[in-house]
Nanobody, 124 residues
Framework: VQLQASGGGLVQSGDSLRLSCVVS????????TAWFRQAPGKEREFVAI????????NYEDSVKGRFSISRDNAKNTVYLQMNSLKPGDTAVYYC??????????????????WGQGTLVTVSS
């Protein structure tokens, strides 16, 4: 199983970025997909999740209205569109897969598979 995240980089406050995560080695439609992030010295935190039918997106409060999660089941890929970025969004962003029977959890320990992370740095 492999989750390959990409799209991170160094941007300025107010800019946008689009992260991608290509999933291979598992039946993509059997898993919900999510994005987490981890800032230096902090715990990994939930950002957004979308269900295996590409519906019902949920977001952490601080990113609502700025971030948008989507997925393309034909391409086994999940995306995170990030707009109006702030310095507080600086973190390593991880994609994760959750077996469909456990929909609703935001706990990192509940997720089955993880990508390697992509660094997003937002300067002020």
């Amino acid at each position: 199983v492999q989750l390959q995240a990409s799209g991170g980089g160094l941007v300025q406050s107010g800019d946008s970025l689009r992260l991608s995560c290509v999933v291979s080695g598992l039946p993509f439609v059997s898993y919900h997909t999510a994005w987490f992030r981890q800032a230096p010295g902090k715990e990994r935190e939930f950002v957004a999740i979308i269900n295996r039918y590409s519906a019902n997106p949920n977001y952490e409060d601080s990113v609502k209205g700025r971030f948008s999660i989507s997925r393309d089941n034909a391409k086994n890929t999940v995306y995170l569109q990030m707009n109006s970025l702030k310095p507080g969004d600086t973190a390593v962003y991880y994609c994760a897969a959750l077996f469909y029977a456990r929909w609703g959890t935001r706990g990192a320990a509940d997720y089955d598979y993880w990508g390697q992370g992509t660094l997003v740095t937002v300067s002020s």
